[in-house]
């Protein structure tokens, strides 16, 4: 995939929608965000927390090693929403098929590496993604 040239647009509608595409701050990020900080939680943002892994992690709680990856449907086949491109098909299945790959080896990584790893979906509700991730927090905080 890395270094493959990408299809034309099918449309140049479709070409100004994807290049607008935000990669950071999302809105879904951002709300979710809003509501942590509602509730006093400190956090950092867009952090990489392995040495010798070159990603980020959206959320990340450092000393009670609690990451939240915001993840959109599309990009990261949500098991509810995704649906597959008709235009250039087997060129998007296997670009979201790498993401997808690469969101379970970094899910991987971290966990092995001690990391509480909190997947949020764009689709769900920031107020009870929020609760998850506070209970989460908070659990690993009371740890010996």
């Known amino acids: 995939m890395k270094g493959e040239s990408r299809p034309p647009a099918s449309s140049e509608g479709v070409r100004e929608r994807m290049s607008r595409q935000r990669v950071r701050n999302t809105e ?3 709300a979710l965000r809003r509501e942590l ?3 006093g939680l400190r956090f950092r943002v867009h952090r990489r927390c ?3 892994l070159r990603r980020t992690v959206d959320i990340v709680f450092g000393p009670t090693k ?3 990856d915001v993840r959109g449907c599309f990009w990261h086949g949500c098991p509810e929403h995704a649906v597959p491109p008709k235009a250039n098909a087997t060129w998007w299945q296997e670009k979201l098929q790498a993401n997808r790959r690469r969101d379970d080896e970094t899910e991987a990584a971290m966990t092995e590496s001690g990391w509480a790893y909190v997947v949020v979906w764009e689709h769900e ?3 009870l993604a929020a609760d998850r991730v506070e209970r989460l927090v908070c659990e690993r905080r009371s740890r010996p």
């Open 28 to 30: 879904p990020e951002l």
């Open 37 to 39: 900080h509602r509730r």
């Open 125 to 127: 509700d920031p107020v």
């Open 50 to 52: 392995l040495n010798g």
């Open 66 to 68: 609690v990451a939240v």
